[in-house]
Nanobody, 124 residues
Framework: QVQLVESGGGLVQPGGSLRLSCAASLRAFSTYDMAWVRQAPGKEREFVAAISPRGAVSTYADPVKGRFTISRDNALNTVYLQMDSLKPEDTAVYYC?????????????????WGQGTQVTVSS
C-alpha cells in the first residue's frame, strides 16, 4: 500500500512560489517525524526540512532556511512545504519521508518511509 503521496510540483520562474503537499496513509500519523528531501539530477538525496509529530518543532537545511516553511495538519494526515523565493538550484524531485523513532534526523538516510516524489523545476 502506498503510504505517502506527494503533489503540487511544477514549473516556476525564479523568485516564484510553490506549495507541495504530502498525503499520508500511515497509522498514527501524529506519532511520525515528517520530512521533505530532494534529489537534483545526478546528485544524492538532500535533506530539506523536517517537522516533529505535533508540529511544535521544525528544522531546515541552510540553503532553504528563510525561504521554505514546513507544516502539517494531523487532522488531515497531511504535511506541506511552502516554497518561496525559488531559485534554479532548488530544481529537484521532492520527496516526502517519515520515521517514527523520534530522532527527527537531518539526513535523507534517517528516514525509512518514502513517497514517489514530485518534480519541481525553477527556470526562466
Amino acid at each position: 500500500q502506498v503510504q505517502l503521496v506527494e503533489s503540487g510540483g511544477g514549473l516556476v520562474q525564479p523568485g516564484g512560489s510553490l506549495r507541495l503537499s504530502c498525503a499520508a496513509s500511515l497509522r498514527a500519523f501524529s506519532t511520525y517525524d515528517m520530512a521533505w528531501v530532494r534529489q537534483a539530477p545526478g546528485k544524492e538525496r538532500e535533506f530539506v526540512a523536517a517537522i516533529s509529530p505535533r508540529g511544535a518543532v521544525s528544522t531546515y537545511a541552510d540553503p532553504v532556511k528563510g525561504r521554505f516553511t514546513i507544516s502539517r495538519d494531523n487532522a488531515l494526515n497531511t504535511v506541506y512545504l511552502q516554497m518561496d523565493s525559488l531559485k534554479p538550484e532548488d530544481t529537484a524531485v521532492y520527496y516526502c519521508a517519515a520515521e517514527n523513532r523520534g530522532t527527527m534526523p537531518r539526513t535523507a538516510s534517517g528516514y525509512d518511509i518514502w513517497g514517489q516524489g514530485t518534480q519541481v523545476t525553477v527556470s526562466s
